[in-house]
T-cell receptor, first 114, second 112 residues
Framework: SAVISQKPSRDICQRGTSLTIQCQVD?????MFWYRQQPGQSLTLIAT?????????ESGFVIDKFPISRPNLTFSTLTVSNMSPEDSSIYLC???????????FGPGTRLLVL | RKEVEQDPGPFNVPEGATVAFNCTYSNSASQSFFWYRQDCRKEPKLLMS???SGNEDGRFTAQLNRASQYISLLIRDSKLSDSATYLC?????????????FGKGTKLSVIP
């Protein structure tokens, strides 16, 4: 398994500001992903964080709004830019070692935008 | 047809009962399958992988039916601590792909 931590665990932000969420894995993983989950809803994949190259975004998500970095095989950041109340959600990162293997999740970052 | 479909429930069962969840997937090329558990306000955690031959882990049994494209999870002797949302997870693109598709989850409440 992999142990994944996220910072911050929660935050309350003003609209128009940006928040960067950090994700740290205790061992190297091939793939890292960023998800969003509204209360009571399923996980929505935002993007795949690629080590050393630009992230791959899912339909409906763009780099200008959700810039992602992944400088190495154990760390990634997601920035939620120019926030609005609609961005209030739980943001989760995950890591996966190999294809057909499972993903391990961080504890999530609860974001409230006022 | 949605990629991964589950009955959202809720399933309200008494302690000690046996409960079964089913999940259907649309992509016949899918290669890997999992059940995750998500407690309220917590992250999803792997419960068990699902193998073609079926597998059992204590009170939990997972089955895969490739012909009908469904996965099942059976929980025997339900405990209060089993109360959670159970997510069906599929690798929809088969070999070489890392992405997983998550179902919306089935909520289970085990009642004293």
């Amino acid at each position: 398994s992999a142990v994944i931590s996220q910072k911050p665990s929660r935050d309350i932000c003003q609209r128009g500001t940006s928040l960067t969420i950090q994700c740290q894995v205790d061992s190297q993983v091939t793939m890292m992903f960023w998800y969003r989950q509204q209360p009571g809803q399923s996980l929505t994949l935002i993007a795949t964080a690629n080590q050393g190259s630009e992230a791959t975004y899912e339909s409906g998500f763009v780099i200008d709004k959700f810039p992602i970095s992944r400088p190495n095989l154990t760390f990634s950041t997601l920035t939620v830019s120019n926030m609005s109340p609609e961005d209030s959600s739980i943001y989760l990162c995950s890591g996966q070692r190999g294809y057909q293997e499972t993903q391990y999740f961080g504890p999530g970052t609860r974001l409230l935008v006022l | 047809r949605k990629e991964v479909e589950q009955d959202p429930g809720p399933f309200n069962v008494p302690e000690g009962a046996t409960v079964a969840f089913n999940c259907t997937y649309s992509n016949s090329a899918s290669q890997s399958f999992f059940w995750y558990r998500q407690d309220c306000r917590k992250e999803p955690k792997l419960l068990m992988s699902v193998y073609s031959s079926g597998n059992e882990d204590g009170r939990f049994t997972a089955q895969l039916n490739r012909a009908s494209q469904y996965i099942s999870l059976l929980i025997r002797d339900s405990k209060l601590s089993d109360s959670a949302t159970y997510l069906c997870v599929v690798n929809p693109s088969g070999a070489g792909s890392y992405q997983l598709t998550f179902g919306k989850g089935t909520k289970l409440s085990v009642i004293p």
